[in-house]
């Protein structure tokens, strides 16, 4: 069955401080993994996607992941962190063929 | 610009309730789905939708039903409602064919709470 796991609940960064969150996953195939972004009260809007070709990806507002098949992980990154990047994020794996499978959140606060 | 409608925001329902939940999607895709989103317990999916009238269980089905009589409509019920069923209730949906990566579009969510 397919999994994931964010290790971190939550995390506070410094505003302009560098970032990163964990994502593990278990698939049994190549999987298609996404990150999400959910401000308060709003819906979930993707990040970024990873299914195939680089294993580092480039998003929307400046994030940044890297897919690690060896360490079956997809680390969301960020180099300086802005205030409007308080939110709640969510790691997802699936593919074409299969529902999403959402982790549990890691929500960002940032401090000035 | 793609975009999927969840038809309330904010619901208040007593206990023993009926409560619909509509979400309308604009991009033509095939699949729908209703999650349902608990703080600490993420998203867990109750219901599916790969085409018209056709329905599949989520994660955590129990108490609820669905219903999906055009293409670009979804509709989540509670038959009757419990307060263990308050809840930020979200709307997706996905195309199928080439080149489908099981991408989710959201809605905004609608947030119910049973009294």
């Known amino acids: 069955a397919q999994s994931v796991t964010q290790p971190d609940i939550h995390i506070t960064v410094s505003e302009g401080a560098s970032l990163e969150l964990r994502c593990n996953y278990s698939?049994?195939?190549?999987?298609?993994l996404f990150w999400y972004v959910q401000s308060p009260g709003q819906g979930l809007q993707l990040l970024l996607k990873?299914?195939?070709?680089?294993?580092l990806v480039q998003g929307i507002k400046g994030f940044e992941a890297e897919f690690k098949r060896s360490q079956s992980s997809f680390n969301l990154r960020k180099p300086s962190v802005h205030w409007s990047d308080a939110a709640e994020y969510f790691c997802?794996?699936?593919?074409?063929?299969?529902?999403?499978?959402f982790g549990k959140g890691t929500m960002l606060l940032v401090s000035p | 610009d793609v975009k999927v409608t969840q038809s309330s925001r904010y619901l208040v329902k007593r206990t023993g309730e009926k409560v619909f939940l509509e979400c309308v999607q604009d991009?033509?895709?095939?699949?729908m789905f209703w999650y349902r989103q608990d703080p600490g317990l993420g998203l867990r999916l109750i219901y599916f939708?790969?085409?018209?009238?056709?329905?599949e269980k989520g994660d955590i089905p129990e108490g609820y039903s669905v219903s999906r009589e055009k293409k670009e409509r979804f509709s989540l019920i509670l038959e009757s409602a419990s307060t263990n069923q308050t809840s930020m209730y979200l709307c997706?949906?996905?195309?199928?064919?080439?080149?489908?990566?099981?991408?989710?579009?959201f809605g905004e969510g609608s947030r119910l709470t049973v009294l």
């Open positions: 939708s790969y085409d018209v009238k056709m329905k």
């Open positions: 698939y049994g195939a190549t999987p298609y």
């Open positions: 997706a949906s996905s195309p199928t064919g080439m080149g489908n990566t099981g991408e989710l579009f």
């Open positions: 997802a794996v699936g593919s074409g063929y299969s529902t999403l499978t």
């Open positions: 990873y299914f195939s070709g680089d294993t």
């Open positions: 991009m033509d895709h095939e699949n």
